[in-house]
């Protein structure tokens, strides 16, 4: 028995008013579209994903995350033409097309469509699932995410010579909230559709519509900068907890200051510096460099003590650097590594160009809040602190926890 074709489309194009480049704009170190894929290759339903983009940007974030999930085979970059991918064209049309694109690519038939929209960071795999489910096993011609919504709507009456006025309640009377019909609100994050009726009505709703609730706290589309800080800050919150594993990662990239010290400078009456480093992270350090990865140490500060400390770690270091993205992005062509494949920790807004760039962008404890809200997991330890061994021991095991660390000062 042949299984049926479930298509996830996410429409993705390159323009946008509101938020500039908005996706590719990452949340949770993970670009907006980059998260849509991830949570459609995680639903069990969903047999191949469509991205439809004009930018070349949104395509190769959407082809690295599904290349670094191992899932290249099942994502397809579907080129966008410009007479659909302006300010007014509507996401039917998107999927339409891509969905003519896939066909013609692989030869197979489409029997549910799905729409999922990567301006809702938060749509989980388990809501692609069910829109899906309801529309291939639960007989449904349509289905969309929906989530709990008590408040009172309002709407203002001038427009029609009229005073305000409630469109789900009657303004002069004020039920308890459990007294009142259950209103849900449809999240926008995903849709799904039986394909041949989508080919024929061209429109997301028809037929008999399955509501798939989702939970209210993780509704949030992006539509302007501050709806983007508004998810980088639940992002930790947010999302499902998720360490890296040396399976991730080729490279491991340090900054210094407030990374592998606690930030602090003590300068004595030579004007010679000093800084307090961790000797758990020495221990780390080196047992990330015996696992084979590739290391290096990345800092603004053009400093004796940076060079010294990287030396005794047998660590290669670019100190006194301007700009470090591009100095990172340098290095990983001249290794031969995928920024993908990076781990970068991080701890002040000069990181914040790092981390756009590398695949696994990590804050430690006490860092800036903007890059908290960057990073795509945050230790529990703090810069200076044995944040280095934290790390190390995501990767190769817990056995880097079980000796007590001490101070050094270097």
């Not at 800050?233 to 998720?242: E, F, G, S, V």
């Not at 000797?279 to 010294?308: H, K, W, Y």
């Not at 990076?342 to 804050?363: E, K, M, R, T």
């Not at 903007?370 to 817990?398: D, F, K, M, Y």
């Given at each position: 028995m042949t299984t049926p074709t479930v298509l996830a489309v996410i429409p993705a194009r390159g323009g946008s008013k509101g938020v500039p480049a908005k996706n590719v704009a990452q949340v949770g170190g993970v670009p907006l579209v980059a998260r849509a894929v991830l949570a459609c290759l995680g639903a069990p339903e969903v047999t191949d994903v469509a991205v439809s983009t004009d930018d070349d940007a949104v395509a190769a974030a959407a082809r690295s995350r599904a290349e670094a999930s191992g899932e290249a085979d099942r994502v397809h970059v579907v080129r966008r033409p410009a007479e659909i991918a302006g300010d007014t064209a509507t996401s039917e049309a998107a999927v339409l097309h891509a969905m003519d694109a896939f066909e013609a690519m692989t030869g197979r038939t489409v029997d549910v469509v799905l729409l999922v929209q990567c301006t809702s960071p938060f749509v989980s795999p388990g809501d692609v699932d069910g829109v899906a489910r309801a529309v291939r096993t639960e007989g449904a011609d349509t289905a969309v995410t929906v989530a709990p919504f008590h408040g009172f709507v309002w709407r203002d009456g001038k427009a029609v010579e009229e005073s305000a006025y409630g469109v789900n309640h009657d303004k002069s009377v004020r039920p308890r909230r459990q007294d009142r019909p259950q209103d849900?609100?449809?999240?926008?994050?995903?849709?799904?559709?039986?394909?041949?009726?989508?080919?024929?009505?061209?429109?997301?709703?028809?037929?008999?519509?399955?509501?798939?609730?989702?939970?209210?706290?993780?509704?949030?589309?992006?539509?302007?900068?501050?709806?983007?800080?508004?998810?980088?800050?639940?992002?930790?919150?947010?999302?499902?907890?998720?360490?890296?594993?040396?399976?991730?990662?080729?490279?491991?990239?340090?900054?210094?200051?407030?990374?592998?010290?606690?930030?602090?400078?003590?300068?004595?009456?030579?004007?010679?510096?000093?800084?307090?480093?961790?000797?758990?992270?020495?221990?780390?350090?080196?047992?990330?460099?015996?696992?084979?990865?590739?290391?290096?140490?990345?800092?603004?500060?053009?400093?004796?003590?940076?060079?010294?400390?990287?030396?005794?770690?047998?660590?290669?270091?670019?100190?006194?650097?301007?700009?470090?993205?591009?100095?990172?992005?340098?290095?990983?062509?001249?290794?031969?590594?995928?920024?993908?494949?990076?781990?970068?920790?991080?701890?002040?807004?000069?990181?914040?160009?790092?981390?756009?760039?590398?695949?696994?962008?990590?804050?430690?404890?006490?860092?800036?809040?903007?890059?908290?809200?960057?990073?795509?997991?945050?230790?529990?330890?703090?810069?200076?602190?044995?944040?280095?061994?934290?790390?190390?021991?995501?990767?190769?095991?817990?056995?880097?926890?079980?000796?007590?660390?001490?101070?050094?000062?270097?």
């Open positions: 849900l609100l449809e999240t926008g994050a995903a849709y799904a559709m039986d394909a041949a009726g989508f080919r024929t009505h061209r429109h997301r709703f028809f037929g008999d519509t399955a509501l798939v609730r989702t939970d209210a706290a993780r509704v949030l589309e992006i539509d302007d900068p501050h709806d983007l800080a508004r998810a980088r800050t639940l992002a930790p919150l947010l999302d499902p907890p998720a360490l890296p594993t040396r399976a991730d990662v080729d490279a491991v990239v340090l900054d210094f200051d407030g990374t592998q010290t606690d930030d602090r400078v003590m300068i004595d009456s030579d004007g010679r510096e000093t800084v307090a480093v961790h000797r758990g992270d020495g221990l780390g350090i080196a047992a990330l460099r015996r696992s084979g990865l590739d290391l290096l140490i990345l800092s603004t500060e053009q400093n004796p003590v940076v060079a010294a400390r990287a030396k005794k770690l047998k660590v290669p270091v670019l100190h006194g650097i301007d700009r470090k993205d591009l100095a990172l992005k340098q290095w990983c062509d001249e290794h031969g590594i995928s920024p993908d494949r990076v781990l970068y920790v991080g701890n002040d807004v000069n990181d914040l160009p790092c981390f756009a760039l590398a695949g696994w962008p990590v804050a430690v404890a006490g860092a800036h809040d903007s890059v908290r809200a960057a990073a795509r997991a945050v230790t529990a330890t703090p810069g200076g602190h044995g944040a280095i061994r934290e790390i190390a021991a995501w990767l190769l095991g817990p056995e880097l926890t079980l000796t007590t660390p001490t101070l050094t000062t270097s």
